[in-house]
């Protein structure tokens, strides 16, 4: 069983900063690549970044990119999330995911991931 627990959520003005983590429990981090994702009140959850079994090789959403960085540390089974210069509408329950499948065109799309976090919270204050 594949466990994927997220943290690093909380409340921040805009403009600040939080780093995500999401660690993977249950089969071989390296052989997973990963995306986050986010839902806010009322919408559908949508894709935000997403990171190849090899870390070099990174994809954003146009609406975080020049603001996130997705990472990975192998040794630690453990994905992140930068977020910088937040905004309001940044705000959302982020989901941290594992596919097992290599995504090349299709990162975005929710049914490719096998596992799922619980989510954590970011709220950003105006």
């Known amino acids: 069983q594949v466990q994927l627990v997220e943290s690093g959520g909380g409340l921040v003005q805009a403009g600040g900063s939080l780093r995500l983590s999401c660690v993977v429990s249950?089969?071989?981090?390296?052989?997973?690549?990963m995306g986050w994702f986010r839902q806010a009140p009322g919408k559908e959850r949508e894709f935000i970044a997403h990171?190849?079994?090899?870390?070099?090789?990174?994809y954003y959403a146009d609406s975080v990119k020049g603001r996130a960085t997705i990472s990975r540390d192998n040794a630690k089974n453990t994905v992140y999330l930068q977020m910088n210069s937040l905004k309001p509408e940044d705000t959302a329950v982020y989901y941290c995911?594992?596919?097992?499948?290599?995504?090349?065109?299709?990162?975005?799309?929710?049914?490719?991931?096998?596992?799922w976090g619980q989510g954590t919270q970011v709220t950003v204050s105006s």
């Open positions: 249950g089969r071989t981090f390296s052989s997973y690549s």
């Open positions: 990171i190849r079994k090899i870390a070099s090789i990174t």
């Open positions: 995911a594992a596919s097992s499948r290599t995504l090349s065109t299709n990162y975005m799309f929710r049914n490719l991931y096998n596992y």
